[in-house]
């Protein structure tokens, strides 16, 4: 157990929705990291929060948006959902505001599978 | 910008022996990868990392080696198990605006 904690694990919607993933990092973790894995492909990195502040972007679409909240959860919101994004989507935290070094590596939630109709 | 390849898809091999997976990379100013180990139904979990200051990081079972010059990372699992049946992910965390950035993976089936 990562005690990174993502809900629902399964969402079916369809298409031009809007949901909310949600994502609990481990206790003492400021920085939470969003990750999409389409079928078949790598993990790509959406977007990164520490601390409530965004630090950095990845290929995020613009009808995707994340927040991280006082208590250190995140949410993340996809709108005007498209059958292209139907994949999983992980949550990951850490330490640390900066790249995860030695003592610090990325805690994976077991992710948000997300399927589009 | 780094990008990471791992150009085997899938490995096979038999419990008790070596399993290899290898790892390419495109820029030697960021030395620095992770290996990730993904079950399904499962997030990634952090595995191994080695550095440029290294040439070899070893934690039980697994050891990583990097070759710089021909910018090249292998990952050793000696004996392998059943339970190490996962993909590998060769990880780099300089990838520009990438935090991290995952390669398509390696599928290891260890059969018993």
């Known amino acids: 157990d990562s005690g990174v904690t993502q809900t629902p694990k399964h969402l079916i919607t369809a298409t031009g929705q809007r949901v909310t993933l949600r994502c609990s990092p481990r206790s003492g973790d400021l920085s939470v990291y969003w990750y999409q894995q389409s079928l078949d492909q790598g993990l790509q990195f959406l977007i990164h929060y520490y601390n409530g502040e965004e630090r950095a972007k990845g290929n995020i679409l613009e009808r995707f948006s994340a927040q991280q909240f006082p208590d250190l959860h995140s949410e993340l919101n996809l709108s005007s959902l498209e059958l292209g994004d139907s994949a999983l989507y992980f949550c990951?935290?850490?330490?640390?505001?900066?790249?995860?070094?030695?003592?610090?590596?990325?805690?994976f939630g077991n992710g948000t599978r997300l399927t589009v109709t | 910008d780094q990008q990471v390849k791992q150009n085997s898809p899938s490995l096979s091999v038999q419990e008790g022996r070596i399993s290899i997976l290898n790892c390419d990379y495109t820029?030697?100013?960021?030395?620095?990868f992770l290996w990730y180990k993904k079950y399904p139904a499962e997030g990634p979990t952090f595995l191994i990392s080695?550095?440029?200051?290294?040439d070899k990081n070893e934690d039980g079972r697994f050891t990583v080696f990097l070759n710089k010059s021909a910018k090249h990372l292998s990952l050793h699992i000696v004996p392998s198990q059943p339970g190490d049946s996962a993909v590998y992910f060769c990880?780099?965390?300089?990838?520009?605006?990438?935090?991290?950035?995952f390669g398509t993976g390696t599928r290891l089936t260890i059969i018993p």
């Open positions: 080695i550095s440029s200051i290294k």
């Open positions: 990951a935290s850490s330490v640390g505001d900066d790249l995860p070094w030695y003592n610090s590596p990325l805690h």
């Open positions: 820029n030697s100013m960021f030395d620095y």
């Open positions: 990880v780099s965390p300089w990838a520009g605006n990438e935090k991290l950035t």
